[in-house]
């Protein structure tokens, strides 16, 4: 969550700070999804699993991996997790808008959640930290990161 200022209002997250929260947000989703029985709630949860992971993803590669790629001179930590996205694209792209039909739809989704928790990991042990001693402005790149996140969520490509 963003800190308040003395005005009220919210402070801006920085870039870090702002993919954490969505790590979060997802990882909590998925536990939900662990416990849903109902195919409708899965179907809801998974819909917003897949809108959720579908943003984040295009918002790293179009705006933090290329200024940390940059600032890092980095040739493999950010190119191995710009493939680990593609595999989690194709991941959703076998269960979004896809009727929860069992087992195997069930195991998609867990493949994906446990993929997920890898990429998450990577990035807050190797490049959270590593993107974190560079010169890059992490709250000026967070405000538009968010500002691509809503307009993606709102329908924009």
């Known amino acids: 969550m963003a800190t308040a200022t003395k005005a009220g209002k919210a402070a801006p997250k920085d870039a870090i700070a702002m993919l954490k929260a969505d790590h979060k947000k997802v990882s909590a989703l998925f536990a939900e999804f662990g ?3 109902a195919p409708a709630t899965k179907l809801r949860l998974v819909s917003t699993i897949c ?3 579908s943003a984040h993803a295009q918002v790293e590669e ?7 790629k940059a600032a890092l001179k980095d040739k493999e930590m950010i190119p191995e997790a710009v493939i680990e996205q593609a595999t989690m694209k194709d ?10 039909d069992g087992e ?3 195991a998609r989704v867990k493949v994906l959640a446990e993929y997920v928790k890898h990429h998450v ?14 010169r890059l402005d992490m709250v000026a790149l967070g405000a538009q990161m968010a500002a691509r ?9």
Do not use: C, N, W
């Open 121 to 134: 990991k990577e990035e807050h042990t190797e490049m959270f930290p590593k993107a974190a001693k560079t």
């Open 91 to 100: 991941l959703i792209s076998q269960i979004d808008g896809v009727s929860p």
């Open 149 to 157: 996140k809503s307009e993606l969520l709102a329908g924009g490509r």
């Open 104 to 106: 195997m739809y069930d």
């Open 35 to 37: 416990k849903a029985r």
């Open 51 to 53: 809108a959720e992971l």
């Open 62 to 68: 179009e705006m933090f991996y290329p200024a940390v």
